[in-house]
């Protein structure tokens, strides 16, 4: 689709099908009825953007410390973590349209249709998460025990982040409210990054992990050497993992209280005589031959992966490469890395302070980078339901295939890179590793998510929905929800949905 596909309409109304148009020459009647508000309180709205931080905090723990556990302190072999993390990571992005799906043939109940499976993953959810970061006594045993939890819990916090993205339509009636929660949802969000990112990292910087190495000073994989001293320090590293495991289990069952505690979901009045949504293979089809849908999800997927790259590789790469063992989980607390601070860490001799500074600078282009897109979406679901204004249910599908190409990508990305990390000779619990890793390292935190986030902006560039697009379909959805009210239509408001991020 052109970008100015649709600009020569200078009204709203060239943009609604003929036959609504028509059906809704009721001026009158429309301006007569009267709209009531439902205002959200302030206390509402925090309970329900504090619903928003247990995905995150677990999120970005898992995304920075889960690789480097499962080499380091699990001593998983390279291999078989790459297969666990690329399994659990394909896992989950495959669980987010099921779980979708189920979701929307759920019925209604006293707490409402998506607060049951919210309360009821809870438990569930934070105990499969504290088993992931324990270690069993077990060797043998322990690649399928950490691919068994690491899925189970993808599976349940799905479960629950997947309805409490749908609940921002069910928390009120007015989409002004709704935007405005959608807000104070975002800034949770945001914290809670920084919330995980702090928790995991400074709990575990406290402890010391044992690295084996010869009289030299040169990593070796020697078991004789400081046998006892090592094992003690690697137990004490394991019981840090479980300690910051449980800060953020309670993190999250707090929240899921204050959630369940101080939103209420309403159910629409006119839901019951909705039309029956489409098929959902027939909406998959319509969403796939979309075209700004599918420009939106290839230019988020390269991004998206560049940071998945950083992300899963960051601790790795400041451990070994740049030599900051001690530092790594203080910078995690400044940065989830972008293009400026990937090409100076790429070019820079190894200097703590530079790299600070670089980025804290770093930081402020990955909020851009990860919620842009998301603010792009609505507007995607907008310009679909005005070329398709008689098709219902098909916004799930939108945001659970957004999520699924992106996580699917990112299972791809770090299985990929900790095989590379195999193929280099990684040294399970070395002090320090092969020139060939520390190379291998630099290239996956540096070149390849420069290479990727080009990519991205230059199809963002070609993404064909500008302002003066965006402010038109705007236009045309309000005079469609006119007509709807006016005439007592049972059909659905095509942008309810849209505001789910």
Same mark, same amino acid.
């Given at each position: 689709?052109?970008? #100015?596909?649709?600009?020569e309409s200078?009204?709203?109304?060239?943009?609604?099908?003929?036959?609504?148009?028509?059906?809704?020459?009721?001026?009158?009647?429309?301006?007569?009825?009267?709209k009531?508000?439902?205002?959200?309180?302030?206390?509402?709205?925090?309970?329900?953007?504090?619903?928003g931080?247990?995905?995150?905090?677990?999120?970005?723990?898992?995304?920075?410390f889960?690789?480097?556990?499962?080499?380091?302190?699990?001593?998983?072999?390279?291999?078989?973590?790459?297969?666990?993390?690329?399994?659990?990571?394909?896992?989950?992005?495959?669980?987010?349209?099921?779980?979708?799906?189920?979701?929307?043939?759920?019925?209604?109940?006293?707490? #409402?249709?998506?607060?049951?499976?919210? =309360?009821?993953?809870?438990?569930l959810?934070?105990?499969?998460?504290?088993?992931?970061?324990?270690?069993?006594?077990?060797?043998?045993?322990?690649?399928l025990?950490?691919?068994?939890?690491?899925?189970?819990?993808e599976t349940l916090?799905?479960?629950?982040?997947?309805?409490?993205?749908?609940?921002?339509?069910?928390?009120?009636?007015?989409?002004?409210?709704?935007?405005?929660?959608?807000?104070?949802?975002?800034?949770?969000?945001?914290?809670?990054?920084?919330?995980?990112?702090?928790?995991?990292?400074?709990?575990v910087?406290?402890?010391?992990?044992?690295?084996?190495?010869d $009289?030299?000073g040169?990593?070796?994989a020697?078991?004789?050497?400081?046998?006892?001293?090592?094992?003690?320090? /690697?137990?004490?590293?394991?019981?840090?993992?479980?300690?910051?495991?449980?800060?953020?289990?309670?993190?999250?069952?707090?929240?899921a209280v204050?959630?369940?505690?101080?939103?209420?979901?309403?159910?629409?009045?006119?839901e019951?005589?909705?039309?029956?949504?489409?098929?959902?293979?027939?909406?998959?089809?319509?969403?796939m031959s979309?075209?700004?849908y599918?420009?939106?999800?290839?230019g988020?997927?390269?991004?998206?992966?560049?940071?998945?790259l950083?992300? #899963?590789?960051?601790?790795?790469?400041? $451990?070994?490469?740049l030599?900051?063992?001690?530092?790594?989980?203080?910078?995690?607390l400044?940065?989830?890395?972008?293009?400026p601070?990937?090409?100076?860490?790429?070019?820079?001799?190894?200097?703590?302070?530079?790299?600070?500074?670089v980025a804290?600078?770093a930081?402020?282009s990955? *909020?851009?980078?990860?919620?842009?897109?998301?603010?792009?979406?609505?507007?995607?679901?907008?310009?679909?339901?005005?070329?398709?204004?008689?098709?219902?249910?098909?916004?799930p599908?939108?945001?659970?295939?957004?999520?699924?190409?992106?996580?699917?990508?990112?299972g791809?990305? /770090?299985? =990929?890179?900790?095989?590379?990390?195999?193929?280099?000779?990684?040294?399970t619990?070395?002090?320090?590793?092969?020139?060939?890793?520390?190379?291998?390292?630099?290239?996956l935190?540096?070149?390849a998510p420069?290479?990727l986030i080009?990519?991205?902006?230059?199809?963002?560039?070609?993404?064909?929905?500008?302002?003066?697009?965006?402010?038109?379909?705007?236009?045309?959805l309000?005079?469609?929800?006119?007509?709807?009210?006016?005439? #007592?239509?049972s059909?659905?408001?095509?942008?309810?949905? *849209?505001?789910?991020?």
């Amino acid at each position: 689709m052109a970008k #100015g596909e649709g600009a020569e309409s200078g009204s709203a109304a060239g943009l609604l099908p003929t036959g609504i148009l028509q059906a809704g020459e009721r001026p009158a009647q429309v301006k007569k009825e009267p709209k009531k508000k439902q205002q959200l309180s302030i206390c509402n709205k925090l309970c329900y953007a504090v619903g928003g931080a247990p995905y995150q905090v677990t999120g970005c723990a898992l995304g920075f410390f889960l690789q480097i556990y499962l080499l380091d302190v699990a001593q998983v072999d390279p291999f078989p973590a790459s297969i666990i993390l690329f399994v659990g990571r394909a896992w989950d992005a495959f669980t987010d349209p099921l779980v979708g799906f189920c979701i929307s043939k759920s019925s209604w109940t006293r707490l #409402g249709r998506l607060m049951p499976w919210i =309360i009821f993953s809870t438990p569930l959810a934070i105990i499969a998460y504290f088993l992931i970061w324990f270690v069993p006594d077990f060797p043998e045993v322990q690649p399928l025990w950490y691919l068994l939890f690491y899925c189970l819990f993808e599976t349940l916090v799905t479960c629950f982040h997947v309805p409490y993205s749908a609940l921002t339509m069910f928390i009120s009636t007015e989409q002004s409210e709704r935007d405005s929660a959608t807000a104070y949802r975002m800034t949770v969000e945001v914290l809670g990054t920084v919330l995980g990112t702090a928790i995991q990292g400074q709990i575990v910087g406290q402890a010391d992990t044992p690295c084996l190495q010869d $009289t030299n000073g040169s990593a070796v994989a020697s078991e004789s050497a400081n046998r006892t001293h090592s094992t003690t320090s /690697l137990k004490d590293t394991q019981n840090a993992y479980l300690l910051a495991a449980g800060v953020i289990a309670s993190i999250y069952v707090i929240c899921a209280v204050i959630l369940t505690l101080g939103v209420r979901e309403q159910r629409e009045p006119y839901e019951t005589q909705q039309a029956e949504p489409m098929s959902f293979f027939r909406g998959l089809r319509l969403v796939m031959s979309h075209g700004p849908y599918i420009k939106l999800i290839a230019g988020f997927l390269f991004t998206s992966l560049a940071f998945m790259l950083v992300e #899963g590789n960051f601790a790795l790469f400041c $451990t070994y490469t740049l030599g900051f063992r001690n530092e790594f989980q203080n910078l995690l607390l400044a940065i989830m890395s972008a293009v400026p601070f990937l090409i100076l860490v790429a070019l820079m001799e190894s200097n703590l302070i530079i790299t600070y500074v670089v980025a804290v600078a770093a930081g402020i282009s990955v *909020a851009a980078a990860f919620l842009l897109p998301w603010s792009m979406l609505p507007d995607v679901i907008d310009d679909f339901h005005l070329k398709q204004p008689h098709s219902h249910g098909t916004e799930p599908i939108f945001f659970s295939f957004y999520v699924f190409f992106t996580k699917f990508a990112s299972g791809v990305s /770090l299985g =990929i890179s900790t095989l590379s990390l195999d193929f280099a000779g990684y040294q399970t619990r070395g002090c320090s590793q092969p020139a060939r890793v520390r190379f291998t390292l630099k290239m996956l935190v540096t070149m390849a998510p420069i290479v990727l986030i080009l990519l991205g902006l230059l199809l963002f560039k070609l993404y064909p929905i500008d302002e003066e697009k965006r402010r038109q379909n705007k236009k045309a959805l309000q005079a469609l929800r006119d007509e709807a009210s006016s005439s #007592g239509c049972s059909d659905t408001d095509s942008t309810e949905l *849209a505001s789910i991020l």
